[in-house]
């Protein structure tokens, strides 16, 4: 796709930051009441893991937003982006999110943040899936094709793309 067919003047994506809002404030009130207050050995290695996701959270999201397409809606997109983070991972927003998601866990160090956690990582999961196919159904079989390609939020393998592109992965 060239430049100029992907880069379309559609309307602004709402859900996503408005979703991210609901999700990290809610996640923010509920676990301050619950945080662990220790500072053992594990409490630093469970911070430690929180820092390594969320710094996974900004590089996606910094990559991400670099183009325009990921700030438009999937219904009025006139090409999808498949450069830079892209190449690699169909929906790095929500799998941005999910990952910070994960760091919430690891930084309050509780257990009760973890059904609260599931059900947004399930959400934007949904979210993920649900842009996928409004993707899918508007642009077909190549959109399918990309997909063969890519992962969904998780980073595709160097052997997933070489498949792809060879054809070889038909059978």
């Given amino acids: 796709m060239s430049s100029d067919e992907t880069e ?8 996503r930051p408005l979703f991210a809002v609901i999700n990290f404030g809610g996640l923010l009130w509920y676990g301050v009441g ?4 220790t500072a053992g050995l ?17 590089r996606y999201l910094t990559k ?3 183009l325009k397409q990921t700030r438009i809606q999937p219904s009025t997109m006139m090409g999808f982006p498949s ?12 799998s941005a999110f999910i990952y910070m998601n994960l760091a ?10 973890i059904p609260v956690v599931v059900v947004f ?24 094709e990309y997909m063969k390609s890519t992962a969904l939020v998780r980073g ?3 052997e997933q793309q070489r498949l792809a592109s060879s054809g070889y992965d038909m059978y």
Wanted: proline share 2%; with cysteine.
């Fill in 121 to 144: 990582i399930a959400l934007w999961y949904m979210l993920a899936r649900y842009e996928d196919q409004m993707l899918l159904s508007k642009f077909g079989d190549e959109y399918e």
């Fill in 104 to 113: 919430y866990v690891c930084f309050y160090r509780t257990f009760a943040m």
């Fill in 34 to 37: 619950r945080m662990s207050p």
């Fill in 42 to 58: 594990w409490d630093f290695i469970f911070v430690f893991v929180g820092c390594y996701f969320t710094l996974k959270f900004i």
């Fill in 83 to 94: 450069k830079g983070i892209y190449a690699r991972i169909r929906q790095p927003v929500a």
């Fill in 64 to 66: 991400a937003y670099q």
């Fill in 8 to 15: 379309s003047a559609g309307s602004y994506n709402y859900w």
């Fill in 156 to 158: 595709g393998s160097d």
